[in-house]
Each structure stands twice: as structure tokens, then as C-alpha cells.
């Protein structure tokens, strides 16, 4: 199983990044997908989270709105679209795959940076 972040980096206040995960090893459509972030000195959070059907959405209170979850089950890709970025959303950004309680993988995290 793999699941593989895009590179993130550097970006201005109020700038946008879009980050991917590539995924193999598991079938990508069964599995709800989300997106995780970890700051310095802080716990892991939910940031996004999407059905396996991509029908259904769900996104912590601090990005709603700023930011948008997608998926492409022909590609086993998971997206996570960020714009107006704030020094707040630094952070290792963390892909996760989550098939009910019993399976679920995680990426190996790309750091964002939120800087001017």
C-alpha cells in the first residue's frame, strides 16, 4: 500500500497550493479519504474528509469554505485544494485512507508553509 503527498512548500498569505495523493496497493473506491495536518507542538486534526463515492464532504471549521476535497477514482488520487492560505495553516499536511475501523493507511506527510 502506498499513498504518496505531492510536494507541498512555501506560499505567501492569501496564496493557494494544491496538494495530491497518489495512491496503490488498495482499492482507492471503497475507501473514504481524508486529509490531516499537523503543526509544531500540536496535535493531528481532520482538515478535510470525502466518501468513497465523493459524494459527501466534510471539512474542519477553520478551512470551511477556503478550502475543497476532491477525488479522482480512476486515478486513486485524493486532492486537497487550499486558497486564502493563513500563517495558521502551516503545518505537515498527512493523506489518510480509511476503509470503517479496521483498515486505514496513511501517507507520509508533506510539509506546508504559510510565510511572507
Known amino acids: 500500500v502506498q499513498l504518496v503527498e505531492s510536494v507541498g512548500g512555501v506560499v505567501q498569505p492569501w496564496g493557494s497550493l494544491k496538494l495530491s495523493c497518489a495512491t496503490s496497493?488498495?482499492?482507492?473506491?471503497?475507501?473514504?479519504m481524508s486529509w490531516y495536518r499537523q503543526a509544531p507542538g500540536k496535535e493531528r486534526e481532520l482538515v478535510a474528509g470525502?466518501?468513497?463515492?465523493?459524494?459527501?464532504?466534510n471539512y474542519a471549521d477553520s478551512v470551511k469554505v477556503r478550502f475543497t476535497i476532491s477525488r479522482d477514482n480512476a486515478k486513486n488520487t485524493v486532492y486537497l485544494q487550499m486558497n486564502s492560505l493563513k500563517l495558521e495553516d502551516t503545518a505537515v499536511y498527512y493523506c489518510?485512507?480509511?476503509?470503517?475501523?479496521?483498515?486505514?493507511?496513511w501517507g507520509q506527510g508533506t510539509q506546508v508553509t504559510v510565510s511572507s
Open positions: 496497493g488498495f482499492t482507492f473506491s471503497g475507501y473514504a
Open positions: 470525502i466518501a468513497p463515492a465523493g459524494g459527501h464532504t
Open positions: 489518510y485512507a480509511g476503509f470503517g475501523l479496521a483498515l486505514h493507511y
